[in-house]
């Protein structure tokens, strides 16, 4: 087993672990309408009526049941058969159909390709431990003129603590790439906030938008669009110059 198959091996045992608390948005929430995608996301996806949509990374797939619901036919992977199971559960009660699969999104299934649009969000892109080979791949999984959309947290606020009122400290290396746990707690997925819970071993990296952008070119995709903008809230107690910062960002690439 070669270092990166570690790495991913280790990280499933950790989703697996905590998935039993990550429930996502309420069937009530969905059922009414409700959207897990922002508009701006959606309007990068373009309308999903009948776009073959793969999403990597799903966790319990609400991305994948909020198209499933608008027409797409869609494809989502996750590491943790525990989000699997939940996002199955969800598309049932919901009455859509969703090809939910348990994939490494490093060693996709051959068969897995000729999809219109390749989705990648809320904290998926830092378990790839290899970025230029991932995004060799997912450009092979896309039809000429498809496109992939990645919608993340901003790899600046992955590395910034708030220590205070207009008061930051770097936390992690914003080059470095691969960490071991969190020096931060509140970047670690929401469910463990508070829990003393002793969790397995995992690593995450840190990939900044230059080697995102260059991995995606070096692949033959083509960038479209990439926005940055401020979330104030994912920097609490920072006060009014977190909406100075980036928070997150939105990137659309596309297979000439």
């Not at 996750?78 to 060693?107: P, S, Y």
């Not at 904290?123 to 791949?137: E, K, N, S, T």
């Amino acid at each position: 087993m070669n270092e990166d198959m570690q790495v991913v091996e280790q990280n499933r045992l950790y989703w697996e672990a905590i998935a039993p608390g990550r429930l996502g948005e309420s069937i009530e929430f969905l059922r009414s309408g409700g959207s897990a995608l922002t508009d701006d996301e959606l309007a990068l996806i373009g309308d999903p009526t009948g776009l073959r949509v793969l999403q990597l990374a799903c966790s319990v797939g609400d991305e994948s049941l909020t198209l499933a619901r608008n027409g797409a036919q869609v494809t989502a992977v996750d590491l943790a058969e525990g989000h699997l199971r939940t996002g199955r559960q969800k598309a049932a009660a919901l009455g859509v159909k969703i090809n939910f699969l348990r994939q490494d999104m490093m060693a996709l299934a051959p068969e897995l390709a000729g999809f219109d649009r390749v989705l990648i969000s809320g904290g998926g892109l830092c378990w790839v431990p290899d970025l230029d080979r991932w995004a060799v791949d997912v450009a092979g999984r896309l039809t000429p003129g498809g496109r992939i959309v990645i919608s993340e947290h901003h790899p600046l606020w992955e590395v910034l603590t708030v220590n205070g009122e207009n008061s930051l400290l770097v936390s992690a290396d914003y080059f470095g790439q691969g960490r071991d746990g969190y020096t931060d707690p509140m970047k670690a997925p929401q469910v463990t906030w508070g829990s003393t819970a002793e969790l397995p071993e995992h690593r995450s990296f840190v990939w900044g938008i230059g080697a995102v952008v260059t991995a995606l070119v070096a692949a033959g995709l083509m960038i479209e669009s990439l926005r940055e903008w401020a979330a104030p809230d994912m920097y609490p107690g920072l006060g009014t110059v977190a909406d100075r910062i980036p928070s997150a960002y939105l990137l659309s690439a596309a297979r000439p």
